[in-house]
């Protein structure tokens, strides 16, 4: 049987799937990928602020690697991980579940395939402070030239 799906021959990646900036985020799901070369953290957030995305989600990988351990050291120290799990070099699955902070993404195709990088940490605390939380572009009332 065939069927008619029109568009299916022109793949197009979705523009509002590509999350692009500073978010304050939840951590909903984490989960430890052993991998012979490259094992990681695969770590899903849900968009609490800014208002425009919230509820959306996105998830992204850290790297276990002895090159890579500093940033998935400042993702825990600045999501506020239990400080005697970390000082023992655990990382318990359960215990990132609703941890809060800041993360600065950025949107990667490599090869065809789509990647969500996870650029930078802050905690929660310092999202009011940031520059770019004032002003959600959704709600300014200003034109797109920012006159």
């Not at 950025?106 to 009011?128: C, K, M, V």
Request: proline share 5%; net charge negative.
């Amino acid at each position: 049987m065939r069927r008619l799906i029109p568009g299916l021959h022109s793949v197009q990646q979705d523009p509002e799937g590509n999350l692009d900036g500073l978010f304050l985020v939840r951590v909903e799901s984490a989960a430890y990928r052993w991998h012979r070369q490259k094992s990681h953290l695969e770590i899903r957030f849900i968009i609490m602020e800014p208002v425009s995305s919230a509820s959306r989600s996105f998830s992204g990988r850290l790297y276990c690697t002895d090159r890579a351990l500093w940033k998935l050291n400042w993702f825990l120290r600045d999501f506020g991980y239990d400080t005697e799990l970390l000082r023992r070099d655990q990382v318990d699955e359960k215990s990132l579940l609703n941890l809060r902070g800041v993360v600065r993404t950025s949107h990667t195709t490599l090869n065809g395939r789509s990647y969500q990088n996870l650029d930078a940490f802050a905690p929660a605390a310092e999202w009011e402070a940031l520059p770019c939380s004032a002003i959600d572009p959704a709600e300014d009332p200003r034109d797109a030239d920012g006159l």
